[in-house]
């Protein structure tokens, strides 16, 4: 493990971070602006666009192919993007010469799963019709993850809208309850996620849901003709667990390539951090969406 990435942990740990999550999720901030057109590098070009009223941005690198990332960022369905979401967007849109849209669905408590739902159906639409000739790839990290593997099920049953070609999410929150009981053994190595206002979170997102309702819980949906799904989860992160159950279910899917990968020593959605670690994973991501064939 590389040093950065320690030091990311061990300041995690002594900086109290779960606590600081905690907070900023019962008092999150509005209007940080990190999707702004003056915060992008000016070596990509961006478009903005909105669904319903909710921003979204395209990026542009030079000599872009028809290769179309959907990026939904993650923030326990109620944290504002970071500017780490906007740094991994320049990466895939600079350097791999994807096509990219950064949606911000509506963010609880304001808003519940079924208008992030709906808001992400009328923007996954408009960029359709925008990019006829791109070929659609999912990707999402943390709640973002989430989000893109409910959103993935729903398009399936839908029935009338093409499907993203292949689908990546970093540590998805794959049951909003957290009622894994191998999560309470998890929690002693996550310094990160503060389990308890997480669930309070959660139910604010879930609304008039029910905690086991594939929009909100995606693990309890039907996987079956989804197409090709990476996944990555850290060993010390609570969301692990539930993760390791879904893998169990891959050999049993039918239409449905399910590859799951464990970091090891790797904290909560790493990706967050620049460092090697990260770095070697969106280089996995990308190869991932642009062959054909690759082994894992």
């Known amino acids: 493990?590389?040093?950065?990435?320690?030091?990311?942990?061990?300041?995690?740990?002594?900086?109290?971070?779960?606590?600081?999550?905690?907070?900023?999720?019962?008092?999150?901030?509005?209007?940080?602006?990190?999707?702004?057109?003056?915060?992008?590098?000016?070596?990509?070009r961006v478009k903005t666009w909105?669904?319903?009223?909710?921003?979204?941005?395209?990026?542009?690198?030079?000599?872009?192919?028809?290769?179309?990332?959907?990026?939904?960022?993650?923030?326990?369905?109620?944290?504002?993007?970071t500017g780490r979401s906007r740094e991994i967007a320049e990466y895939f849109a600079m350097e791999e010469r994807m096509r990219v849209s950064i949606f911000q669905y509506p963010l609880a408590p304001e808003y519940t799963a079924l208008t992030a739902h709906q808001c992400l159906i009328k923007a996954y639409t408009g960029l359709i019709c925008e990019y006829p000739d791109d070929e659609f790839y999912l990707f999402g990290d943390f709640s973002g993850g989430g989000l893109a593997l409910s959103f993935l099920q729903?398009?399936?049953?839908?029935?009338?809208?093409?499907?993203?070609?292949?689908?990546?999410?970093?540590?998805?929150w794959l049951d909003i309850s957290l009622n894994n009981p191998r999560i309470k053994i998890a929690k002693k190595t996550d310094p990160v996620l503060?389990?308890?206002?997480?669930?309070?979170?959660?139910?604010?997102?879930?609304?008039?849901?029910?905690?086991?309702?594939?929009?909100?819980?995606?693990?309890?949906?039907?996987?079956?003709?989804?197409?090709?799904?990476?996944?990555?989860?850290?060993?010390?992160?609570?969301?692990?667990?539930?993760?390791?159950?879904?893998?169990?279910?891959a050999g049993t899917l039918e239409g449905t390539e399910l590859i799951y990968k464990k970091g090891a020593g790797m904290p909560h959605n790493w990706i967050m951090t620049a460092s090697k670690e990260t770095e070697a994973t969106l280089e996995l991501i990308s190869s991932f969406f642009q062959e054909e064939h690759m082994e894992f």
């Open 154 to 172: 729903e398009l399936r049953d839908m029935g009338n809208l093409p499907m993203p070609v292949k689908t990546a999410v970093v540590s998805p």
């Open 1 to 44: 493990m590389s040093f950065k990435m320690e030091m990311e942990k061990f300041f995690a740990k002594m900086g109290k971070a779960d606590k600081k999550m905690a907070l900023a999720l019962e008092q999150p901030k509005r209007g940080t602006g990190e999707l702004e057109l003056l915060r992008f590098t000016k070596k990509v």
């Open 50 to 81: 909105d669904a319903d009223g909710f921003c979204g941005v395209t990026i542009n690198g030079s000599y872009t192919k028809n290769a179309h990332i959907l990026m939904l960022p993650g923030g326990a369905y109620t944290l504002e993007p």
């Open 194 to 249: 503060p389990v308890d206002a997480l669930k309070a979170a959660g139910a604010r997102y879930c609304g008039p849901l029910e905690p086991d309702h594939p929009f909100v819980s995606p693990i309890f949906g039907d996987w079956n003709h989804l197409g090709p799904i990476l996944i990555f989860s850290g060993t010390e992160e609570i969301l692990t667990p539930d993760c390791e159950l879904l893998a169990e279910r």
